[in-house]
């Protein structure tokens, strides 16, 4: 019972950061394209939310191994609560490079705490199953996964709805509020030793970690960089520009692709065969379903090209890929879990997710620059040659697992 409260209590904390992380990038995002923001001008807007990420989940996991995950959740949601609030003073007669550099600053502090507070989640996983079996840990880990994404895609809807009944300004002071009780719950409700007794490293052995390690973060950079490069800024200026669509539709469309995703993620261990001992039936099937997941993409950018109509390219095509990533991310997760020790956890969580926001950080960048040059076909092009790449890490890692 009491590494349920635990798991629940974290679970809740994250939950409610997930709602306004998803509903701060869709009212960043919309409401800087009304302005005539550029594609590619969007995508510098969260350059240094991914950038602090590759930064935060590094020197993170070293933290919460010294201090304890407890401390790096509170610092999540504080840094968080901070940045909105802060965000919330720009003033819309500043000049567009202000504007910028403003909101820029605002998502790089947003960056370090959505990693701080995901790096702590998942650890916590780990910890209060570390007396369970493998099939809990792949349960648990599905459940928190697939429910963080829910959450996200109802914060993507937040987001939309917000912007166009309370404006950018008061959303932000709104969200700032309701997240300041969530991180005063979770203070009086985390019993003060939780998260302790992680191996103390030093500094500079971050980098040091197994080739298994190396391989299926390698894998996980690649695979989420391949989904942010339509996903962060090609997809939505898409829906606005091409198909027409309002703020709240495309919310509302963000909203269920995401909920749909997390739903997956949740269910994946019920799709998947289980080995009964080691992980080769995990690996085998992340490698078949990422180079499913790779020609996917490629049938799509086809689709686009030779002008199929783009409305069933969104509405279907984009929707089972989601529903086939969903099942590689949840097996990412597990992986990363499995693979690793329990006195460890902190460190290689960190390092998996700091591969995980290097990929997010290049998604993003070319989602502008793509977009801008080649359309939602170019995104989706380099995707599949992205994904295919992560596919071939996969394999690696499964001649590896086969040999010990």
Not at 326 to 340: K, R, V
Request: with cysteine; charged share 10%.
């Amino acid at each position: 019972m009491k590494d349920i409260k635990i798991y629940s209590v974290v679970t809740a904390g994250y939950w409610s950061f997930t709602i306004t992380d998803g509903a701060l990038r869709m009212l960043v995002l919309l409401y800087f394209h009304t302005l005539g923001y550029t594609p590619f001008q969007l995508a510098t807007l969260f350059i240094l939310y991914e950038l602090m990420g590759i930064v935060t989940n590094l020197i993170g996991g070293w933290f919460a191994s010294q201090f304890g995950l407890r401390l790096t959740l509170y610092a999540g949601l504080l840094t968080q609560i901070f940045s909105l609030t802060i965000l919330s003073l720009l003033d819309p007669n500043w000049s567009q490079q202000l504007s910028m550099i403003f909101v820029l600053c605002m998502q790089g502090l947003s960056g370090i705490a959505k990693d701080l507070s995901k790096m702590s989640s998942k650890s916590s996983i780990k910890l209060v199953t570390s007396t369970n079996s493998k099939s809990t840990l792949f349960r648990w880990t599905a459940l928190l996964t697939g429910s963080k994404n829910t959450l996200k895609g109802l914060g993507f809807f937040v987001g939309g709805l917000l912007l166009n009944h309370t404006g950018f300004q008061d959303s932000l002071l709104l969200m700032a509020g309701c997240l300041s009780l969530i991180l005063i719950f979770t203070m009086f409700a985390l019993p003060k030793s939780f998260g302790e007794g992680l191996i103390k490293t030093k500094l500079s052995s971050i980098l040091s970690k197994t080739p298994s390690i190396n391989y299926l973060s390698s894998a996980r950079s690649l695979l989420f960089g391949a989904r942010d490069i339509w996903f962060v800024v090609g997809l939505p200026v898409f829906l606005y520009d091409v198909l027409k669509w309002n703020f709240e539709s495309i919310g509302t469309f963000f909203a269920c692709w995401i909920i749909g995703y997390g739903i997956i993620q949740s269910l994946t261990p019920h799709i998947i065969k289980q080995s009964n001992k080691g992980y080769t039936k995990e690996i085998t099937s992340t490698r078949s379903w990422t180079l499913g997941l790779s020609f996917l993409s490629l049938m799509l950018s086809i689709a686009i090209y030779i002008g199929i109509s783009p409305l069933i390219i969104t509405l279907l095509g984009l929707t089972l890929f989601g529903a086939v990533f969903a099942i590689n991310s949840s097996l990412h997760s597990f992986l990363i879990l499995a693979l690793t020790k329990t006195d460890e956890v902190a460190l290689n969580v960190g390092f998996y997710y700091m591969a995980n926001a290097i990929g997010r950080f290049f998604g993003t960048l070319l989602s502008g620059i793509i977009y801008q040059e080649a359309g939602l076909s170019g995104c989706l092009a380099v995707s599949a040659v992205m994904i295919g790449f992560s596919g071939y890490l996969i394999n690696l890692l499964g001649e590896i697992e086969k040999i010990k």
